[in-house]
T-cell receptor
Framework: GAVVSQHPSWVICKSGTSVKIECRSLDFQATTMFWYRQFPKQSLMLMATSNEGSKATYEQGVEKDKFLINHASLTLSTLTVTSAHPEDSSFYIC?????????????FGNGTRLTVT | DAKTTQPTSMDCAEGRAANLPCNHSTISGNEYVYWYRQIHSQGPQYIIHGLKNNETNEMASLIITEDRKSSTLILPHATLRDTAVYYCIVSARKLVFGKGTKLTVNP
């Protein structure tokens, strides 16, 4: 089946620094990838839609200058949390859909747990 | 995207069928019903999806009512490893997660 790989699986950084998270579709091409955030005991919250070759579309309330998304190829999207603060500590999850069609299922990575100290 | 309503939690005995309901009364004609599950601290796992016909795969069956306003996910023989939060999502493109149903399979 389709595999989405996220790296790193966990990261600890100091307040004020930036952290980059990679999301790769290993055996399929994805024109669209989605980034989610999940706080403890809560559901996944969609942050943005990452489109290959164009600017990402952010959900309401998500700061585009703080969460930089780059989707440079059909198999790689990156999320950079800039000037991270403790309140950015969360579980970040990416997902990707095969190029075949809008109704094909999303496949999710195993998430990145970010802790900002 | 249409909203969904799911019970907060359910219990099931190991080896029995688990039937998880979902209401989506505002579903549009082009929206699919997707089911995912999330085991603690992992990314969501795709289970099954459908438009209007019932679907079955190696993991589960999806029963969609004729008016498409509700659906049921069936795990035919639940195991302890099926303990997870199950999400029913109705979408035409992007997936917006609700709170899901926490299914606990008991020995």
């Amino acid at each position: 089946g389709a595999v989405v790989s996220q790296h790193p699986s966990w990261v600890i950084c100091k307040s004020g620094t930036s952290v980059k998270i990679e999301c790769r579709s290993l055996d399929f091409q994805a024109t669209t990838m989605f980034w989610y955030r999940q706080f403890p005991k809560q559901s996944l919250m969609l942050m943005a839609t990452s489109n290959e070759g164009s600017k990402a579309t952010y959900e309401q309330g998500v700061e585009k200058d703080k969460f930089l998304i780059n989707h440079a190829s059909l198999t790689l999207s990156t999320l950079t949390v800039t000037s991270a603060h403790p309140e950015d500590s969360s579980f970040y999850i990416c997902s990707a859909r095969e190029v075949t069609g809008d109704n094909s299922p999303l496949h999710f990575g195993n998430g990145t747990r970010l802790t900002v100290t | 995207d249409a909203k969904t309503t799911q019970p907060t939690s359910m219990d099931c005995a190991e080896g029995r069928a688990a039937n998880l309901p979902c209401n989506h009364s505002t579903i549009s004609g082009n929206e699919y019903v997707y089911w995912y599950r999330q085991i603690h601290s992992q990314g969501p796992q795709y289970i099954i999806h459908g438009l209007k016909n019932n679907e079955t795969n190696e993991m589960a069956s999806l029963i969609i009512t004729e008016d498409r306003k509700s659906s049921t996910l069936i795990l035919p023989h639940a195991t302890l490893r099926d303990t997870a939060v199950y999400y029913c999502i109705v979408s035409a493109r992007k997936l917006v997660f609700g709170k899901g149903t926490k299914l606990t399979v008991n020995p």
